[in-house]
């Protein structure tokens, strides 16, 4: 299966970046109990050594709600970095809407957080593609930078603890049916 990403100009690699990126996978006990690195694997997704912490941040919706990811703590959160002008961000968009319509009710949050493009072109993009997860704006770029997010689209799963569980950098089909058994037993695991 081949992936496509965008390149962000003028963004560089930070530590963090490196810590996310190069964490070691997890060993076969992982946190989710029910989930582990080999289950991430088959869904073509990288698991993040346990324990790895996420990076609290907060930013606006596009109503101008200020949303954390910390207040999001007791949920599954898929964090996505993503622009209008990326053709495997705008790509992926409809599946990651099929993924919250199946999985919103079972608790999954889809946070996605938009690079440095102004709110207007934005709104388009979600009205024009009826999104309802909630889209955050990164107007500088900073949170994206800090979570390596050099290529996009970039991806996170972040448990109900606020570890960062796993993720992948690329375009993908995020509602076959591998996925959403996936991230039903994320959701149901404890």
Not at 115 to 131: C, D, G, I, R, T
Request: glycine content about 10%; proline content about 4%.
């Amino acid at each position: 299966m081949r992936y496509h990403t965008c390149m962000r100009p003028n963004i560089g690699v930070s530590l963090t970046c490196l810590l996310l990126l190069l964490a070691l996978p997890a060993a076969a006990g992982f946190a989710a109990e029910q989930v582990t690195a080999d289950d991430f694997k088959a869904v073509g997704l990288a698991a993040l050594k346990e324990g790895t912490k996420s990076i609290d941040f907060t930013l606006a919706d596009l109503s101008g709600k200020k949303v954390s990811l910390s207040s999001l703590k007791g949920k599954v959160v898929f964090l996505n970095f993503w622009a209008t002008w990326c053709p495997p961000c705008r790509g992926e968009m409809p599946s990651m809407e099929r993924l919250y319509q199946k999985l919103k009710d079972k608790g999954l949050v889809i946070l996605a957080v938009d690079l440095q493009e102004n709110a207007k072109s934005v709104q388009k993009f979600v009205n024009e593609h009826k999104l309802t997860f909630t889209v955050l704006l990164d107007s500088d770029g900073r949170v994206g930078a800090t979570y390596g997010a050099r290529s996009i689209p970039t991806s996170y799963i972040v448990g109900r603890g606020g570890e960062a569980l796993g993720g992948t950098v690329g375009g993908r089909e995020w509602d076959t049916p591998e996925m959403i058994a996936f991230f039903t037993r994320l959701l149901e695991a404890k």
